[in-house]
């Protein structure tokens, strides 16, 4: 299983980013996909998950935004976050992780910081 993860940086209050994740070593359509992120001396959290068939999930920190969307692309193997409207306290390293869920096996991971 390999998961990397691309497209984080600095972005201003207000931006906005997208992350990618490309996935491989596994058959990506069969599996749910996850984003969660941690930030500095704080716990690991969900922020999006998405279905097989492509049903979206989002975490309590961000749920109601409106400004998280998380898609995925079964072609290239890929999954994505689009972020919008982003907040400081949005700031944190991002993994993209297979399965639902903080535990499950992560990429390297991105840093998003909102300054």
């Known amino acids: 299983v390999q998961l990397v993860e691309s497209g984080g940086g600095l972005v201003e209050p207000g931006g906005s980013l997208r992350l990618s994740c490309a996935a491989s070593?596994?058959?990506?359509?069969?599996?749910?996909m996850s984003w969660v992120r941690q930030a500095p001396g704080k716990e690991r959290e969900e922020v999006a998950s998405?279905?097989?068939?492509?049903?979206?999930?989002?975490g309590d920190s961000v749920k109601g935004r409106f400004t998280v969307t998380i898609s995925k692309d079964n072609a290239t193997n890929t999954v994505y976050l689009q972020m919008n409207s982003l907040k400081p306290e949005d700031t944190a390293v991002y993994y993209c992780?297979?399965?639902?869920?903080?535990?499950?096996?992560r990429g390297q991971g991105t840093q998003v910081t909102v300054s």
């Open positions: 992780s297979l399965g639902i869920g903080v535990a499950g096996i």
């Open positions: 070593g596994f058959t990506f359509s069969t599996y749910y």
């Open positions: 998405i279905s097989t068939d492509g049903i979206p999930t989002y």
